[in-house]
């Protein structure tokens, strides 16, 4: 409904000049004057906090009429603003109403739009510590050990490839390890347009991740003071090669980039999405993330304001009538999952490291897995998994909605069955406050 109220705007903003801050605005109120009906704001934030706000003077538009309006903007650099390196500064705009009526309370929004400001801050070179960092290989169970004297530690399961552990001070955040994923719960759509057979192949896609074979294996070196493991691996569903990366940094992060090759497998369908999911404790219950919300968004229903959005786990699963994909929240810049007393675990998207930018990062973080909202035919059918779910991904096809028994989305938000990939940077975290000061630098 948000999407579609952004859609059906009465006022429209657009066109907005730096060089004189100004905007063109249109109104579509029918037999009203728009300085009769609403009031205008401006605000601009750095990564989702309000730094400035301040009123407009709305213009006298009669029904279809346009005029440019001017912003009595600041003439401050970001510095100079609050903003802090590497954040982004966003301009809003926003329609209330001017004063109740039956249907509709005063100060009601009627209409916004967001536009990227100029000069932002540009991200400083990566920070490293000076802690250095040691790898062990425990024979016991092949679990390759990356760890610095800062109470930072990584396990890559020397067998699988997987990302089994990240810890920070003794506590571990990591309850499943991180594995390719292919597969959505189909939405009420895909049943309509039979998806689950057309693309039924990567349903377990995921789960046919091999490193055995002569292209498969495991290799780690030392990088400009990081530890980098490659993985080798095969998806031999799909017959498609696909390495993951990881590149452990003594500042006590991990930089993850996974690639899959072409799939040489006839008729293997377009991807649902492209991606990786990991279990986090469950102790990591509050959610934070700078990107369109709060409601949930898609590839194809991308019409939600920018802004740094707080909710919990619980609150992320909606109750559709029949369970299904949901959740879904799209162009993330970063993401956390926090509890009030224990280290909580940030995600930084890298969108030059990713095959659909402009999406990057698409995440959820769920009570449940996506086989389990699949296989529900009703929600009290759902076990919670004991974890979060935490789903990361370059993109996931849209939703559709043309009809519900047979249209397909549109071909622009579909994956072919083309080389994919994705990267993000994962660290432990004290708190959402350290975020800022991450984002003042470089993810690669």
């Known amino acids: 409904m948000a999407a579609l109220k952004h859609a ?20 579509f109120y029918d037999h009203m004057m728009l300085d009769d009906v609403v009031t205008g704001y401006w605000s601009i934030h750095a990564d989702g906090r309000q730094l400035l706000s301040g009123a407009i003077n709305t213009p006298p538009l009669a029904p279809r009429e346009s005029a440019l309006v001017t912003l009595d903007l600041p003439d401050r650099s970001p510095a100079q603003l609050g903003a802090n390196p590497g954040e982004e ?43 250095e960092l040691r790898v062990t290989k425990q024979n016991g169970d092949g679990m390759i050990v990356v760890e610095n004297d800062a109470g930072f530690r990584v396990g890559i399961d ?27 719960a189909p939405v009420d759509n ?15 896609a995921g789960g046919s991740f091999s490193i055995g074979g002569d292209a498969g294996g495991i290799e780690f070196e030392s990088m400009n003071q990081s530890v980098v493991v490659r993985v080798h691996a095969t998806l031999t569903s799909v017959k498609a090669p696909y390495t993951i990366t990881y590149t452990v940094r003594p500042s006590g992060e991990v930089h993850v980039q996974a690639e899959m090759g072409k799939p040489k497998r006839d008729g293997v369908g377009e991807l649902p999405r492209f991606g990786l999911r990991m279990g986090e404790s469950n102790a990591l219950t509050a959610l934070t993330w700078y990107g369109p919300g709060p409601d949930e968004t898609t590839w194809d229903r991308d019409e939600l304001p920018l802004g740094r959005w707080e909710s919990t786990v619980a609150e992320q699963y909606f109750h559709y009538s029949e369970p299904q994909e949901t959740g879904t929240h799209v162009s993330t810049r970063w993401l956390a999952l926090t509890s009030e007393d224990a280290p909580g675990l940030a995600v930084f998207a890298d969108p030059e490291g990713c095959s659909v930018p402009e999406q990057a990062l698409t995440f959820s973080a769920l009570p449940y897995a996506t086989e389990d909202i699949e296989n529900a035919k009703y929600a009290w059918e759902l076990e919670p998994a004991g974890f979060t779910w935490l789903t ?14 047979g249209a397909r989305e549109k071909a622009d938000y579909r994956l072919k069955p083309i080389a994919h990939k994705v990267a993000f940077v994962l660290r432990p975290i004290n708190g959402t406050a350290e975020i800022a000061k991450r984002r003042g630098q470089a993810l690669r």
Do not use: C
């Open 8 to 27: 059906q705007r009465p006022v429209l903003t657009e066109s907005f000049a730096p060089a004189g801050n100004t905007v063109r605005v249109t109104s």
């Open 158 to 184: 020397g067998f699988t490839g997987m990302l089994q552990s990240v810890s920070h001070d003794g506590i571990e955040l990591l309850a499943a390890p991180l594995q390719p994923h292919f597969w959505r």
């Open 392 to 405: 990361l991904d370059t993109a996931m096809m849209g939703v559709g909605g043309d009809n519900s028994w």
């Open 89 to 131: 500064l966003v301009l809003t705009v926003r329609w209330l109403t001017k004063y109740e009526t039956p249907m509709v309370p005063a100060a009601h929004e009627v209409a916004w739009a967001q536009f990227m400001m100029p000069n932002q801050p540009t991200a400083q070179p990566i920070v490293q510590r000076s802690s």
């Open 190 to 204: 895909d049943r309509g347009n039979r998806m689950p057979n057309r693309q039924g192949v990567w349903r377990n």
